[in-house]
Each structure stands twice: as C-alpha cells, then as structure tokens.
C-alpha cells in the first residue's frame, strides 16, 4: 500500500491550500480516506475523514475552513484549507485502511508539511 501526498508548503495566515493525496494496492472505493497532522511536540490529531460512501468529519479546529473530497476514480482524496491559521502548522498525513469516520486505518502517508506565518 502506498499512499503519495503532495501540496504542502508555506502559506500566509489567511491563504489557502489544497493537499492531494493518491492511494494505491487498496480498494479505493471500500476505504475511508483521512487526513491527519502532527505539530512539533504533539499527538497526531484528526483533521478529516471522508467515508466510502462519501459521509464526512471534521475537528471542529478546521470546521467552516476546510473541505476533504474524494475522486473514487483517481484513487485520490484532497483537503482544501482556506482560512489558514498559523495554528495549522503541521505535518499533515493521509490515512486509509478502515472505513470508519473515527478511527485511523493501518495505512499512513509519508506526510507533507504545511507552514503558516503570521
């Protein structure tokens, strides 16, 4: 299993960014699809998880400010942040594996790092 996430970068407080992340060796379309993220000296939170069926969940940090989608026929999920707070800065990881809205599934991406400045 592979899990390839891209779009991370540095941001203004404000700005947005759009992380992508593609899957491959699962069955896409059976799996929840989440992003997580990480600061330095932090537990790994959830941020999003979409379900197979396209239900979703938020951390109410993010609700109003970011949207994850899912593209069954890209094998790929996305995370659109706008409104971005220096608060964000993280390290952020896709995960798959489970097609639960609250619990992660085995399978994590190498991350992909979001800076915001003030």
């Known amino acids: 299993v592979q899990l390839q996430a891209s779009g991370g970068g540095s941001v203004q407080a404000g700005g947005s960014r759009r992380l992508s992340c593609v899957a491959s060796?699962?069955?896409?379309?059976?799996?929840?699809m989440g992003w997580y993220r990480q600061a330095p000296g932090k537990q790994r939170e959830l941020v999003a998880v979409?379900?197979?069926?396209?239900?979703?969940n938020y951390a109410d940090s993010v609700k109003g400010r970011f949207t994850i989608s899912r593209d069954n026929a890209k094998n790929a999920v996305y995370l659109q942040m706008n409104s971005l707070k220096p608060e964000d800065t993280s390290v952020y990881f896709c995960?798959?594996?489970?097609?639960?809205?609250?619990?992660?599934?085995?399978?994590w991406g190498q991350g992909t790092l979001v800076t915001v400045s003030s």
């Open positions: 995960n798959a594996g489970r097609d639960s809205l609250w619990t992660p599934g085995n399978y």
């Open positions: 979409i379900s197979s069926i396209g239900s979703t």
């Open positions: 060796g699962i069955i896409f379309s059976l799996s929840a």
